[in-house]
């Protein structure tokens, strides 16, 4: 079990990603550009978010022109004049809370659904990736980017983004407004205005790079603690609670070093900020108190420039802690636009052929060959050629690692072959659409994929859109409708992640059902009866048989009896083909296939 994703595996993912994810260079916001079209889908509602922002905005810019007048002119004695400011004041806090309440709702409700098409879209593309990405990556970090990553984007389009773009309109409105007030004041602030953005920027940059980090670390703690729980009848079986414990924790303590490291970026970027632009407004109070006492400027203007300095450096200092937020967003932006940036090493043909109609299930495989890009070193199938007529029953066997299930995965198109072709009657698979392919085919792994839902549900896999009685039949012919009987609620019994709450053989039965359901014509059986009790064997090998009339059959097996009654034996070894006939001719050959039979019909 890996604990570290390491940084070759990175370097794949980040050489993979589209060019507007591409690392350290550029805009630091620039991932967070690739949002737009999400946003452009529901621009009404952003439009009208960004009405309510500015209206907000607006009358916050108000106040301080009320006050002016209250100042001058509203302690002159009428008191009908005050009367008069503070009722337009009520009234503009009124228009300022609606609106900002609005604009709540609407920039959050848009940062939901922007990260829920997100969410899919990724979720989307991900299982539609080829194996062969799969076999470098990590589940767990897969999903830490799929969750915690999208967490973090919602978090900043929902409420970060938008309070930046509050502050933004704040502070160039009061800087505005604070010019018309009192320019020979204003030209003090604007001098200032270079020596806090630009500790922001640096310090911004620093944030950003030790966001990521954290976020990696993250993932990596996430990845170990996926594939720990996933087996942890394995890890129990073993006594190794301590030493994952160790290892885990071990990787959530660098994960918060990391996230210590971005949080106290953070923290020194918001102290710089806000001393920065608050001792500039003390500086600026200084020199107008001097102009006033000195006749320049009259209390009630002053008045005006100082709340305008208020809410600009107020502003610019919340900018600066949301900076740091938009930064992390940036950062989970970039790790989730690198998984969508990743193309498919199966490709879709531009122009599928299309297979015929009915399809017959013929398979040829015209000198293949293939090497696992894990395994670059190693040849997994080498000038491998073979032809399997419709309705024929082959099996394929050998020794472990001969190449057999290499066989099934070009089948299902998961890999392309290096050299040579496969075809599927008489369509080379690379020119059809694997969608259009793979719905030809019924596959029962070694390793039967089990889900957290019903027996019903797992059943009708394949085909969502069986009726009961379908299922039932498919359950009966796969010798599963004893045990399923006994269960409380029986197809509508919930089964656990992964089917825990089952036995293996009684997984492998339903999983030999979802195959008998799909109807194929064409059925690949890895191992199908390597879970089986032998009572049980004998039923499924019973359905199994029936379930093979009229179907190309492609049977893998370790246990001989179990492929005695097909029409043809292939037998691999090391990637080639070294043998093939029935079972009579191998036994007498002296071959491979004599000495695994020797061995295994002497012991039984």
């Known amino acids: ?162 309070v930046a773009l509050r502050n933004l309109v704040l502070f160039l409105g009061a800087g505005a407004m604070m010019v018309i007030t009192s320019p020979r004041l204003s030209m003090f602030v604007l001098a200032a205005i270079p020596v806090i953005v630009l500790p922001l920027v640096a310090f911004g940059r620093a944030v950003r790079k030790r966001s990521r980090q954290a976020q990696d670390s993250l993932a990596e703690a996430s990845a170990y603690a996926a594939e720990t729980i996933g087996a942890v009848r394995t890890v129990q079986a073993f006594t190794s609670e301590s030493d994952a414990a160790k290892r885990f924790g071990g990787a959530v303590e660098t994960a918060f070093q990391a996230a210590r490291q971005s949080t106290l970026s953070r923290a020194i970027l918001t102290a710089i900020g806000i001393f920065l632009v608050f001792a500039s407004v003390v500086i600026v109070l200084w020199v107008g108190a001097k102009d006033v006492l000195a006749g320049d400027m009259t209390p009630g203007r002053l008045g005006q420039f100082v709340l305008y300095a208020v809410f600009a450096a107020g502003a610019l200092g919340e900018l600066s802690q949301v900076w740091g937020e938009v930064q992390q967003a940036s950062g989970a932006a970039e790790r989730l636009f690198e998984i969508l940036g990743i193309r498919p090493e199966v490709k879709v043909p531009a122009k599928p052929v299309v297979l015929p109609t009915p399809a017959r299930g013929e398979i040829v495989f015209d000198n293949v060959r293939f090497h696992y890009p894990t395994r670059p070193e190693t040849s997994a199938l080498e000038g491998v050629s073979f032809r399997v007529a419709p309705g024929e029953k082959v099996a394929i066997v050998g020794p472990s690692g001969s190449g057999k299930s290499t066989v ?41 994929a089990i889900f957290a839902a019903s027996i019903r549900d797992n059943i009708a896999f394949g085909r969502p859109d069986a009726n009961d009685a379908q299922i039932e039949r498919a359950a009966e012919m796969a010798a599963a409708t004893e045990f399923i009987r006994r269960l409380p609620q029986g197809l509508a019994t919930m089964i656990g992640e992964r089917g825990v709450t089952l036995s293996g053989g009684q997984r492998q039965r339903i999983a030999i059902a979802r195959a008998i359901l799909r109807d194929a014509p064409l059925l690949l059986l890895d191992e199908a009866t390597s879970s089986l009790d032998a009572e049980s064997e004998t039923l499924v090998q019973e359905a199994l048989e029936h379930s093979m009339t009229g179907r190309t059959t492609l049977v893998i097996a370790h246990r001989l009896a179990t492929v005695l009654s097909c029409d043809r034996i292939i037998v691999l070894d090391q990637g080639r083909i070294v043998d093939q006939g029935t079972h009579e001719q191998l036994a007498a050959s002296g071959g491979l296939y004599a000495r695994l039979a020797k061995l295994q019909f002497d012991i039984h």
Request: glycine share 6%; with cysteine.
């Open 408 to 448: 099934f995965n070009l089948i299902l198109r998961f890999y392309d072959p290096e050299a040579g072709r496969v075809t599927f009657d008489g369509v080379t698979i690379a020119d059809a659409d694997p969608l259009d392919l793979r719905r030809h085919i019924a596959l029962v792994p070694q390793e039967a």
């Open 1 to 162: 079990m890996a604990l570290v994703v390491d940084s070759e595996k990175r370097g794949e993912l980040g050489a993979a990603a589209s060019p507007g994810t591409e690392r350290g260079r550029g805009s630091s916001l620039k991932p967070l550009r690739l949002l737009f079209p999400y946003v452009l889908r529901y621009r009404a509602r952003a439009f009208f978010a960004l009405v309510a922002l500015i209206v907000a905005a607006l009358a916050t810019l108000a106040v301080p022109l009320a006050v002016r007048r209250m100042i001058d002119f509203g302690f002159t004695g009428d008191k009908s004049l005050i009367d008069k400011y503070f009722a337009v004041m009520i009234c503009v806090v009124f228009v300022l809370s609606m609106a900002s309440a609005l604009r709540y709702y609407l920039v959050t409700t848009l940062g939901e659904r922007i990260v829920s098409d997100l969410r899919e879209q990724v979720f989307g593309h991900l299982v539609a990736l080829s194996p062969a990405f799969f076999d470098r990556g990590h589940t767990g970090e897969m999903m830490s980017r799929l969750t915690a990553d999208t967490t973090q984007i919602k978090a900043a389009v929902g409420a970060s983004v938008s």
